[in-house]
């Protein structure tokens, strides 16, 4: 269950059905619906952009695809605790140099982002962070992903997802590439394409949410690493 393949179909069936249970038992139509990475899936099912069955088979074909790009790469990724934006991104490109790979995985608070890269990438990043101790911690993945090297899923998931038909969304679905509600169907295709290799916009995702006067966020998944990120997030 632990593997990529296995879990991403896993997590979007439990969040799916907490979801239809909280629908079914409350009728309250969402202002709203957002989701960290895989859980985006989760939140076009509940917007009617895609069914559950189309969802299901979508994130099939990513999570097999991600492994494959995962086992083809020698990839890591580093959590960065206490750091600002500006300066994980110029390390980021400080650290990328000759075949070594590091780019901002996911913003997911005002002090917490995740790099993804190469190894020799992550190792040189991770230097640069301990000279000026900051606090940072190597994850426990399979690959480096939102990152560039997982080009080649994305490559081969924009021919997959083509074949899909994407209905428009009856409420707004925030857009992890953007941090930004969807546009309309024909956006959302090519950003979850984008999503394979851009990093996660969490923090901006809670910002919109903050700024829509949005009062109250229900995570509906089988964790609870979101609620913590928001509390932490309108704390500071």
């Not at 960290?36 to 994130?59: C, I, M, N, P, Q």
Request: glycine share 6%; charged share 15%.
């Amino acid at each position: 269950l632990t593997q990529t393949e296995n879990a991403q179909v896993a997590i979007l069936t439990m969040n799916v059905a907490l979801y239809r249970q909280f629908e079914s038992e409350y009728g309250i139509m969402p202002s709203a619906v957002a989701g960290h990475s895989l859980g985006e899936y989760a939140a076009l099912v509940a917007s009617r952009v895609l069914s559950f069955s189309d969802a299901l088979k979508l994130v099939e074909q990513r999570a097999r695809l991600m492994a494959e790009a995962a086992a083809n790469s020698q990839g890591a990724m580093l959590a960065v605790i206490g750091a600002d934006e500006a300066l994980v991104k110029q390390y980021c490109e400080q650290a990328s140099a000759g075949s070594a790979v590091v780019a901002p995985a996911n913003f997911n608070a005002s002090d917490q982002i995740i790099v993804s890269g190469s190894v020799d990438g992550i190792e040189a990043i991770q230097h640069y962070f301990d000279d000026l101790n900051i606090k940072n911690q190597r994850l426990r993945v399979s690959g480096a992903f939102h990152s560039p090297l997982m080009q080649a899923a994305a490559d081969h998931f924009e021919q997959e997802i083509a074949k899909y038909t994407f209905a428009e969304p009856v409420c707004p679905v925030i857009s992890n590439v953007t941090g930004q509600a969807y546009k309309g169907a024909s956006e959302i295709k090519q950003l979850l394409v984008d999503q394979l290799v851009s990093p996660v916009c969490w923090k901006q995702t809670m910002d919109y949410i903050q700024q829509e006067c949005i009062s109250l966020a229900l995570e509906l998944g089988p964790g609870s690493v979101l609620k913590k990120l928001a509390k932490h997030h309108y704390a500071v």
